[in-house]
């Protein structure tokens, strides 16, 4: 059976914009929102210091002054993208949007969604944030709204875990899933490449884990060294070797072919502040890293789940 027919695209792999296109019939857009959120793993909450990537700045439109409100960042996102989108999901991105009592979240993603042309939203956490009060406040949208919930778990190896300071467990993470799961929420989670002390197969265990597990999309991305990070202090010291561009493009397409074919693949590259990136320079270039995914699942005449079992 050829599902990639399924997919609607040009491309080896089920993209987000091509499932939305799929799903409503138009092109729709995330819109970044940072809605003033902090993070336990830094605050002391669960741990200081964050985890070891993290620059801990949150987004440029919080180092530039007060935030604005999640309206007026959604009016100012829609111009950006319009006339060419017609829909748009607000995806509370910066920090651990769940992290603060359920009113007050239910107050921000109201907002969100009572403008115009909202058809749902992405919102990114941790797997230790998410009570069951919250899980029953996002799954009270499902009905009218598009609704995703972005998990980031990086590595299902608890050693992993523990090196990069996430300040959580895979069970905890397991148990997360379990308890989204059933309630009409789309579950995506977050995974990196080139983590210190993990190998290839360690990345194909955390493949192999999740394409078992009820997760609707993944998020892709090599690690990043950044300026002011614990990361960028091992870079500089030269105690961490960064993933290389092929290392990171061959063991994508293996991912790739690992998972499931209608798991959404909602990023393959890496984001990182121009001020504060360090390494690895090729990351940098997010179309030259995508071409090369492309190119390599090609050569092996291959695509998302062709070893799926
Ligand atoms: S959970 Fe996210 S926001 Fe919190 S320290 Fe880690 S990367 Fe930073």
């Known amino acids: 059976m050829d599902w990639t027919a399924g997919w609607k695209n040009n491309k080896r792999y089920y993209d987000l914009k091509s499932y939305w296109r799929n799903l409503f019939g138009c092109t729709v857009h995330k819109l970044q929102i940072d809605a003033g959120f902090t993070c336990p793993n830094r605050d002391g909450h669960v741990a200081t210091g964050g985890c070891i990537y993290c620059d801990g700045c949150g987004s440029k439109l919080r180092q530039q002054g007060p935030l604005p409100s999640v309206t007026d960042q959604i009016l100012y996102g829609k111009k950006y993208y319009s006339p060419s989108a017609s829909k748009f999901v607000a995806y509370f991105q910066t920090f651990t949007n769940t992290y603060a009592p359920v009113e007050t979240l239910k107050a921000l993603y109201d907002e969100a969604l009572a403008r115009e042309d909202v058809i749902g ?15 029953d406040l996002l799954a009270g949208y499902v009905q009218k709204y598009h609704v995703w919930v972005e998990l980031g778990l990086q590595s299902v190896h608890d050693r992993t875990l523990k090196t990069i300071n996430r300040g959580h467990t895979y ?94 693949i909602q990023r393959l590259t890496a984001d990182g502040y121009r001020d504060i990136f360090l390494a690895p320079v090729w990351a940098a270039n997010k179309l030259d890293v995508l071409n090369a995914i492309n190119k390599e699942l090609e050569r092996r005449d291959s695509y998302q789940g062709m070893r799926y079992k």
């Open 171 to 264: 069970q905890q993470f397991l148990e997360a899933v379990n308890n989204l799961s059933g309630r009409g929420l789309n579950i995506c989670v977050h995974i990196i490449m080139g983590l210190p002390g993990e190998s290839d197969k360690d990345v194909l265990v955390t493949a192999k884990t999740l394409a078992a597990l009820p997760v609707n999309g993944i998020k892709i991305h090599s690690l990043l060294a950044l300026d002011g990070t614990l990361m960028g202090q091992m870079y500089r010291e030269g105690s961490i070797q960064m993933i290389t561009k092929e290392q990171y493009v061959s063991l994508t397409a293996d991912v790739l072919e690992l998972l499931p074919p209608d798991i959404v």
């Open 121 to 135: 939203l992405s919102i990114g956490t941790r797997p230790d944030c998410l009570p069951p009060e919250v899980i």
